[in-house]
RNA sequence: GGGCGUUUAGCUCAGCUGGUAGAGCGUCUCCCUUACAAGGAGAGGGUCGGGGGUUCAAGUCCCUCAACGCCCACCA
């Protein structure tokens, strides 16, 4: 670490030039290596892995940021503290990337083949596998990049094989053919959590089947019409008199002429369209369902490109047209041929793929599934009990909702890229094993579908750990985690699954609390995405602004609630602004320091001003620590703000220049300064990493530790508490404001200095005799002088009530006295209010009855208080007048 | 259809367990005072979405209405 002559400092904080030299500082020696072997208790958090494909955006940027903090926070209380880094292989995202690729070869997957596409695959991850962990170094993330891990690397390669043989030994992984989300972009079928409905304007078309052998029809709305070809039957309800006839009879699908019967079945609803449904059990979930019911063999028509099949049962002219092409010749035959009675506008809700926005086609095909259900009981009970706690509590709601509803969830993908499922074919006779390793390659064949991206996931805090190995250091010291940090909008896909299988592989929970934070958006609330082009981006803002900028901005504007969060580019003032005022005070403070090398404040010595900033300081440290453990963390950035600028800043560190001139106490004050700077800075932390690092750094002689980021974290100290002089403090402040605001309301220049005569009572006297310094410094006054009497005619003067207090500020030239006597009527009736609304409490007998006895007092107190001053500004008001 | 969230100063938002409202930005006045103009000092600004209730006391608890946003389910 490389000290810079303090003198020498810019005026001007800069954070790109300092930032990256101080992270190489830490990693170079080896600060976030986590010690499985050490004593002291463990901290452990698993990053979300970003995907491989990723670019980090700010939603990286807080979800990294809030980690960091927690890490940075339980490092220096004491804990042995491990964040592990890692990506995700992202499927399906992966492989459009490369197929993207070869496309602008002219090449296609199947070109290439499996093996020499995974090659392709694998060539490119591995150049772009540290790209988005590397730029999280510029987020100032202190994970231990020595244990980094890939969803798709041996270990958890491993893991996925001996949890996908041991479920499906138990009976929770099956094959069979149901329903699922097909995208025919993505060629693969996906999971209900990765399709989104859109609410999309379309058409209810009544189409009339005719009834065989006789005159009649019934008249079937549907929304797809190009699936007719597909049915297997029409449906009504058993107790629709209106189709109580028909029942049983058989009718003739328009333009294809099969023939299938009318079925009464009660998930038909009456009410809706003409009462009669088609059904097709090949592509609609509940015409599976039905189908299943009448046992009725689904019909496949639409293939997995959203093509018509090339099948009997499709007419020719069909055969190969798109689905939406299919319906517009359907339906111009069907109207042609007076099959088509009514066009009628329809909202309906379209499936969308999460991941491309194909709208997906509901197809019956083979796939695999773990059967949730049984699963879903532990980890329910596991939130219930508290063994998982959700911050903010509501999301636990939804998470119970989710899994009290929890229907199974397709895991097989169609792709390459993944972990192939470890089931193997028997190339003669189709026996299927399941097994970790191919139980004869020359019999057998592996199954060629892979595993959704998720399931791989959903072991990541284990399989990170060395499971299914857990006798591993880690496992032992790091597992279960402590805390997961995350958006609520992966709860489903990603908490829920990991707290399932975490229960089910290793027995326990596997983190206790999840720290749900809001949505990063733009400026309007909207989302944020490259298609709107609204985004913007962390290495940018990095940049412009500086990463400890970044972080206390983004820090501060979390809520409790877990709010979203809107920025924009000049939110970013915020904390640059900030970051350029602890440089600049800190400066002050290194430049005044003359090389005092500890903290070894002499408590016998200490100033009022003193004891006041040691207290602020001291309760400012027990907030931050109740803060951060409640996940209060937007809570804390506004205590330390507040603190550190308004406090130390603006009160103290002025105070302390008058105090640097008074020899007796200089060398205190300097030891005061020092230490309020160095445990501020300890505070600030986590949050602020590089700039509390770097001048931390050039703080004379830190010799304790070798970075603040391995420093003890400041807690609440009994010994320094000061109530009392804190109390007095205010004495203070309130004099020098108001004697600002008599400058400031009669237009006289700072360079204008005052007398003023301090009428006190004798308690009050010595209090004002002690801070009498400050007084004159701050509020730029040049002599003051005492009086006893209370009582007194006020003559071309300004004046000021302080508590018991009078201060006559003599202006005889200065000022008008009409805007002076208007000034203290304007205070007067502020206290009248205040007075009014008090009074009326404490004479309520009811207040005085049930209030709690201090609120009774202060009340009392206050307006006892309030009593003197209006006493005392009228007479004011009096003698001005006359 | 069910659930959740939001509605507080001109703007963006804080306000934990109920005790007469806070910040940042913006506005208005002064000031380049030897750490900082990305700064200092002072000031102005709110019947806390509407209505009702509980309470001595409600932005804070309960009910209800309205607007906006999100999630889940889904009728072809």
């Keep these: 670490m490389p000290v810079t002559n303090i003198n020498d400092l810019p005026t001007v904080y800069n954070a790109s030039e300092t930032e990256q030299k101080i992270y190489k500082f830490w990693e170079d020696n080896g600060f976030f290596k986590a010690d499985s072997k050490s004593a002291k208790p463990p901290y452990s958090i698993v990053i979300p892995p970003p995907n491989v494909t990723g670019v980090l955006h700010m939603g990286h940027a807080l979800d990294e940021t809030l980690q960091d903090i927690l890490v940075r926070y339980h490092r220096m209380s004491g804990y042995e503290t491990l964040w592990v880094p890692g990506t995700d292989h992202a499927g399906l995202a992966t492989q459009n990337v490369v197929e993207k690729q070869l496309a602008k070869e002219g090449l296609t997957r199947d070109d290439l083949g499996r093996e020499k596409f995974l090659e392709k695959t694998w060539e490119w991850t591995n150049q772009h596998k540290s790209t988005i962990l590397d730029q999280c170094k510029r987020l100032g993330a202190s994970f231990d990049r020595s244990r980094e891990r890939f969803t798709f690397d041996q270990g958890c390669s491993d893991a996925v094989k001996e949890v996908f043989v041991r479920l499906y030994e138990k009976g929770l992984i099956y094959k069979g053919a149901y329903i699922v989300n097909w995208c025919p972009r993505c060629q693969s079928a996906i999971s209900d959590v990765e399709t989104e409905y859109e609410t999309e304007q379309g058409h209810l078309w009544e189409i009339s089947y005719p009834v065989k052998g006789e005159s009649g029809a019934i008249i079937v709305a549907t929304t797809r019409p190009e699936t007719i070809f597909g049915d297997v039957a029409i449906a009504v309800h058993p107790d629709d008199h209106k189709y109580s006839e028909l029942v049983g009879k058989t009718v003739v699908i328009p333009l294809s002429g099969r023939e299938i019967p009318i079925i009464a079945d009660e998930y038909v609803d009456k009410s809706f369209g003409t009462g009669a449904v088609k059904i097709t059990p090949a592509h609609d979930p509940n015409d599976f369902e039905v189908g299943k019911r009448h046992n ?364 640097l001139t008074d020899e007796s106490v200089k060398l205190n004050t300097q030891r005061v300064l020092r230490y309020v700077l160095d445990m501020t800075l300890r505070l600030l932390h986590p949050i602020m990493p590089h700039i509390t690092e770097q001048v931390w750094q050039l703080i004379p002689k830190q010799t304790d530790f070798k970075a603040i980021m391995l420093a ?43 007398n003023i005569t301090i009428h006190a009572p004798k308690e009050e006297k010595a209090i004002f005799e002690a801070i009498e310094s400050y007084i004159k410094r701050m509020a730029k006054v040049e002599n003051i002088s005492y009086s006893d009497e209370l009582d007194f005619e006020v003559k071309k003067s300004a004046t000021a009530v302080v508590s018991a207090s009078k201060i006559v500020i003599p202006l005889e030239n200065l000022i008008d006295f009409n805007e002076e006597i208007a000034r203290q009527n304007k205070k007067l009736e502020k206290l009248t209010n205040e007075r009014k609304s008090l009074e009326g409490r404490i004479n309520n007998p009811k207040f005085v009855a049930n209030a709690p006895a201090d609120l009774i007092n202060t009340t009392k107190a206050r307006i006892e208080e309030i009593n003197t001053q209006q006493t005392a500004i009228s007479r004011l008001i009096g003698s001005l007048s006359s």
């Design 712 to 754: 003890d974290f400041p807690i609440y100290k009994e010994s320094l508490e000061f109530a009392a002089e804190a109390k007095e403090m205010e004495l203070v402040f309130e004099t020098i404001k108001s004697l600002r605001n008599v400058r400031q309301s009669f237009n006289i220049s700072m360079a204008v200095n005052f």
């Design 296 to 659: 009725f063999s689904p019909i496949w028509v639409i293939d997995e490109q959203g093509k018509m099949k090339a099948c009997g049962e499709v007419p020719p002219e069909f055969h190969g047209l798109d689905r939406y092409e299919a319906r517009e010749k359907i339906l111009g035959m069907l109207s042609y041929k007076n099959f088509l009675l009514r066009t009628k506008d329809h909202e309906h809700n379209v499936g969308k793929c999460q991941r491309c926005g194909t709208t997906i086609e509901p197809l019956l095909s083979e796939q695999w599934f773990v059967k949730m259900k049984p699963l879903a009981q532990e980890a329910i009970k596991a939130v219930k009990d508290g063994r998982i706690k959700f911050i903010p509590d509501r999301w636990e709601k939804n998470y119970l909702g989710w899994m009290e509803n929890i229907r199974d969830w397709c895991i097989s993908r169609q792709i390459w890229w993944g972990h192939q499922i470890p089931a193997y074919y028997h190339k003669v006779t189709g026996e299927m094993v399941v097994a970790k390793e191919n139980p004869d390659p020359q019999n057998y064949v592996q199954e060629t579908d892979c595993l959704d991206t998720w399931f791989s996931s959903a072991l990541w805090p284990f399989s990170t750990m060395g499971w299914p190995d857990t006798k591993s250091d880690d496992f032992k010291k790091f597992y279960p985690t402590t805390t997961l940090v995350t958006g609520f909008d992966i709860i489903f896909f990603w908490v829920a699954r990991m707290i399932t299988m975490g229960l089910e592989f290793t027995g326990k929970a596997p983190f206790s609390t999840v720290y749900i934070h809001g949505l990063i958006r733009d400026e309007k609330g909207q989302k944020m995405s490259k298609s709107k082009g609204n985004t913007i981006d962390p290495v940018v803002i990095i940049d412009k602004y500086g990463c400890d900028a970044l972080r206390f901005t983004m820090t501060s504007l979390c809520t409790f609630g877990g709010q979203d969060i809107k920025i924009s580019d000049e939110r970013f003032e915020y904390g640059r602004n900030f970051a350029n005022k602890i440089w600049n005070a800190s400066r002050f403070v290194l430049m005044n320091l003359d090389g005092v090398d500890n903290n070894d404040i002499d408590f016998d010595k200490l100033t009022i001003a003193d004891k006041w900033i040691l207290d602020k300081l001291n309760s400012t440290a027990k907030e931050v620590n109740e803060d951060i453990q409640n996940y209060r963390i937007g809570e804390t950035a506004h205590v330390l703000y507040d603190f550190f600028w308004n406090s130390y800043c603006d009160w103290y560190v002025e105070i302390a220049k008058i105090q």
